[in-house]
């Protein structure tokens, strides 16, 4: 069972940074993409940002040049630097590691960590 922890979650006033970290464990493809959804109340479960193990990095527009997705491959951890943080990004963010499957045969399998909190709020 492959099991995602997150950390780095809190209470963050607007305009303020925060760092999310998220450490993978278990049996997994060296190939694979971690990175981040959340979910805002009242809103659909929506993909941040993610990044593949060869470094291939992807974001929401409404993220793009306010936050940084990054890993580090040989402890299996990615990190997302939040920075100029607003009221809109406050939601719970999970972990989430995707499977990079190179067969037919096989089949892409995701994983999810329990979630951390950010609230941005004065």
């Known amino acids: 069972q492959v099991q995602l922890v997150e950390s780095g979650g809190g209470l963050v006033q607007p305009g303020g940074s925060l760092r999310l970290s998220c450490t993978a464990s278990g049996i997994f493809s060296g190939a694979n993409a971690m990175g981040w959804y959340r979910q805002a109340p009242g809103e659909q479960h929506e993909l941040v940002a993610d990044i593949t193990s060869r470094g291939r990095t992807n974001y929401a527009d409404s993220v793009k040049g306010r936050f940084t997705i990054s890993r580090n491959n040989a402890e299996n951890t990615v990190y997302l630097q939040m920075n100029s943080l607003r009221p809109e990004d406050t939601a719970v963010y999970y972990c989430?590691?995707?499977?990079?499957?190179?067969?037919?045969?096989?089949?892409?399998?995701?994983?999810w960590g329990k979630g951390t909190l950010v609230t941005v709020s004065s």
């Open positions: 989430h590691l995707r499977t990079i499957v190179t067969t037919v045969e096989a089949s892409e399998m995701h994983y």
